[in-house]
């Protein structure tokens, strides 16, 4: 067996070339820069719901941090910030090439890296979400995973929340101004100067016993609803 398959099969991560090494050292540093210069010129007009984060906090509880992948961007931003709250925001990224990429980039802006797939429910990835909570961290998901179906959110995330009884925490944001990428998710990112709300749900406790593939329809419906009510307080204070 190869060096580089050996490797693959003892960490779950695939092995990088010296060429995409060298592209990810270049890269990431770049978007990092380009990430705080971006978001820091956005004019937060209102975060609804952070008391549920608050509490969560000053129970010392860990929660899974969710949100659809169209609106990721501002969300990690902000609850990376929110790292002067006492929150411990983390992500579980992809043990893919790809990953790598992603675990540069949001490493390097503070948050904690695991490597593994929330939306999985093999031993490895119930090992590496398990571990994570139980260090403090929160980690940030997107409910419908990394390559959709867009707004479905997935069961293997309902699950894990079940073995690690860890709340799901949901969570969306809406800017006035915003690029739409032509991706399956449509991804939003606000532009320079614009004008963003958060709006942050009720925890969600999924015990265990309860369908998963209910449980995951309800997130989904939750989540809209943040993502409406976010959408007409941004247009509100636009007005």
Known sequence: MSESRQHQQKTGRTPLSRRQRLLIAIAAPLLRLLARALLGTCRNVGVHGARHLDALIAQERSALLCCWHQRLPYCVGWLLAARSRGLNPGFLVSPSRDGELIAAVVGGLGATVRRGSANRTGARALREMYATLKAGVSPIIAADGPHGPAREAKSGTLMLAQMTKAPLLPMTFAADRYW????????????????????????????????????????????????????????????
């Open 180 to 239: 739409q990428l032509g991706s399956w998710d449509r991804m939003i990112i606000p532009k320079p100067f614009a004008r963003v709300t958060l709006c942050i749900g009720e925890p969600v406790d999924v015990a265990r016993g309860q369908d998963s593939e209910t449980q995951a329809r309800l997130l989904a419906e939750r989540l809209n609803a943040l993502d409406a009510d976010a959408d007409a307080a941004v247009a509100r204070s636009s007005a």
